[in-house]
């Protein structure tokens, strides 16, 4: 079959019709939705994981600063600290950048 011939043409007018129903483009729109959705709400769970382990490394840090100083193992939990002070900063940029980041995985141009 080449190109010009009319059944290939009559076969791309018809898959072109069939494509351009309302209930064809109705499903693209829905799945289209569910996606985002999906996607939105994978963010969401993420973001609401790492808010609490930021909140939980927050608290963390505030009871060594109330009890540290009193408790003479505090000079031994440097390394604990500058770890939990790492995480809290990487967490923190992560929630800062999450939503475009994540959007543009999800929907690459």
């Known amino acids: 079959m080449s ?9 791309l007018s018809e898959l072109q019709d069939e494509v351009l129903k309302p209930e064809a483009i109705e499903y693209v729109i829905a799945e289209f939705g ?3 959705k999906g996607a939105l709400d994978n963010l969401s769970s993420e973001l609401s994981e790492m808010g609490e382990r930021k909140g939980t490394l927050e608290a963390g840090s505030r009871t060594l600063e109330r009890h ?3 408790n003479r193992s505090f000079v031994f ?3 604990s600290d500058q770890r939990r002070e790492r995480q809290l900063r990487e ?3 992560r929630l800062l950048s999450a939503g475009r980041d994540q ?3 999800t929907f690459p141009t």
């Open 3 to 11: 190109e010009s011939s009319p059944e290939l043409k009559r076969l």
């Open 34 to 36: 569910r996606q985002v």
């Open 68 to 70: 540290g100083s009193a």
């Open 77 to 79: 939990s440097g390394r």
């Open 91 to 93: 967490i923190t940029e």
């Open 103 to 105: 959007l543009s995985r």
